[in-house]
Structures are given as structure tokens and as C-alpha cells.
């Protein structure tokens, strides 16, 4: 099993979702994080005054799934997420060793 982590701009979260759904992920978490990347933030101006503003709003979107729904997965992803503009985000894949079910004591991929 693998965590594949989704880092979007938050107006795609639910386009990202519905894909992802579409192709059969059955569940997800979706969380509001603060970041920058090769952007390096942008400048604002509030009152006259002009600063940097180097954590940007984006939504990191978590899912596990099996070995096999990983390709899939990174590339529904990137393909929804794509807007072609600096900053779209990243996708990272991570393995797992184990995952159990609170409720029932279920391991492994019963346990997804």
C-alpha cells in the first residue's frame, strides 16, 4: 500500500475529489496547509505599505490506496490539478507499513 499526497491550490480540491472518486479511491483526507515551493510567495500591498507573503493557501489532499491504483492515482491527480502555472503543487508517494481500522481491529488492505 502506498500514501500518495496530493498538494493543491485550494479551488481544485473538489475537481481533484471527484476523480479521484471516479476511479474508485474510497476515501480521503483534505486539509488546509500553508506553503511555497519554487514560487517563493508573492508581494502584496495593504495600506501603502508593501510586503512579501511567502506562505501561499493551498489544501493537501491524503489518500492510501493499493500498489496497483498508484499510477492511476498520480495521474488523475495531475492531470486535474494542472492549471499550467507556477505553483500548481506536487505529489508525493509514500509507502505504508501497516493501517488499522480503529472500530473493528481490521489491518492491512481490509483496513482501507
Known amino acids: ?14 475537481e481533484v475529489k471527484s476523480a479521484l472518486s471516479a476511479i474508485g479511491v474510497k476515501g480521503m483526507t483534505a486539509s488546509e496547509v500553508k506553503g511555497f515551493g519554487r514560487q517563493g510567495g508573492h508581494k502584496e500591498v495593504y495600506r501603502g505599505a508593501e510586503y512579501q507573503v511567502d506562505f501561499l493557501p493551498k489544501v493537501k ?17 495531475r492531470k486535474t490539478a494542472a492549471t499550467g502555472q507556477v ?19 481490521e489491518t492491512g488492505e481490509q483496513a482501507v
Not at 500500500?1 to 480540491?13: A, G
Not at 489532499?61 to 491527480?77: F, R
Not at 505553483?87 to 481491529?105: A, C, M, N, S, Y
Open 1 to 14: 500500500m502506498k500514501k500518495v499526497e496530493i498538494i493543491v491550490r485550494p479551488f481544485k480540491l473538489d
Open 61 to 77: 489532499i491524503e489518500v492510501v490506496v493499493e500498489d496497483d491504483l498508484v499510477p492511476e492515482v498520480v495521474d488523475t491527480a
Open 87 to 105: 505553483g500548481d503543487g506536487k505529489i508525493f508517494v509514500i509507502p505504508v507499513d501497516e493501517v488499522v481500522r480503529i472500530r473493528t481491529g
